[in-house]
């Protein structure tokens, strides 16, 4: 799928009767004849026959639901709550060949703010698969307090709040700016600063972390000062980053723009090897409290080891 979409394939699947399948196939063939030798009137007597046949097709147990290529990322509590929500929509019978049925399910699925998008796929005689793109949550948007509020999508979609999901924090400071409404699940959180660390920690997950061995674990994405709306200094970037260090306190260093930004942006090939250096001389960040990724061969300057190290 595009856009960072992940993809699980789900079918639900019920015993039907071939042998009444294929009578019914014979009877639609009939039909179709019929409706071209004698007009619209047959068609007419056609269409209900159809519509009455559709409605007694085989049906299919939407319970009995099966996850094929369930991806990677989907475990622990966020498959409990994925499927949970899912689950809604997966009771009951519906006939195989019921439009109706077909399109209330597909859109009972939509107002989940999990799913992205859905396509169903008959599989006869008596299966209906329906495909998922689902939206992964990289981040988990906080109060200052740490009150939280919701995930997000690498897109800023809100999405519900799961504990234990593990992924990078944003916390909305009062120095980046008002406190802004999470937003309806399903709906692009209307702040700024949620989908610029969004954008960040996607790039950290998928293409910085890859180049440094022994990579410390991203705990949060500060973008509070985005647009530098509260601070204009080179100790303070748009977007700065909490490490994990050896003990579990936080690091912090200095990153960069945000992705996408007007402003030339260190390339992330460079801060990588800034923090393969950091970490070669400081094994697991210890004994560091603050740095910066921005600076290849002035790091060292930026380093500050914690007090009485």
């Given at each position: ?5 992940d993809t699980n394939a789900t079918r639900a699947v019920a015993n039907g009767s071939r042998g009444a399948w294929i009578a019914r196939i014979v009877v639609y063939t009939s039909f179709v004849v019929v409706a071209t030798m004698f007009g619209p009137r047959a068609w007419s007597i056609l269409v209900e ?261």
């Open positions: 799928m595009s856009n960072g979409i026959r159809v519509s009455g046949a559709a409605r007694h097709s085989p049906a299919v147990d939407r319970d009995r639901v099966a996850l094929v290529d369930r991806p990677e990322w989907l475990v622990g509590p966020l498959l409990t709550a994925v499927t949970r929500d899912l689950q809604v929509w997966l009771r009951g019978e519906a006939p195989i060949l019921d439009d109706v049925a077909a399109r209330e399910l597909m859109a009972g699925l939509a107002t989940v703010p999990w799913i992205a998008e859905t396509r169903l796929e008959r599989v006869f005689p008596d299966k209906f698969k329906v495909v998922f793109g689902l939206r992964r949550p990289v981040v988990a948007v906080r109060e200052e307090g740490g009150k939280p509020l919701c995930l997000c999508d690498r897109n800023g979609v809100s999405l519900p709040w799961v504990e234990g999901c593990e992924v990078p924090d944003v916390v909305l400071r009062r120095e980046g700016g008002n406190l802004s409404m999470r937003g309806r699940p399903g709906d692009v959180v209307p702040d700024d600063r949620v989908i610029a660390a969004a954008k960040v920690a996607v790039e950290w997950r998928d293409e910085l972390a890859p180049l440094v061995p022994g990579c410390p674990r991203l705990i949060e994405v500060d973008a509070n000062n985005l647009g530098l709306r509260w601070a204009k200094a080179p100790e303070y970037p748009e977007i700065r980053l909490r490490l994990q260090r050896e003990d579990g306190a936080p690091v912090v260093f200095g990153y960069d723009h945000p992705v996408g930004s007007k402003w030339p942006r260190v390339p992330v090939a460079t801060k990588a090897k800034v923090l393969s250096a950091v970490l070669q001389e400081f094994p697991a960040l210890r004994g560091l409290v603050a740095g910066d990724l921005r600076f290849e061969v002035r790091w060292r300057s930026w380093i500050q080891p914690r007090q009485g190290a």
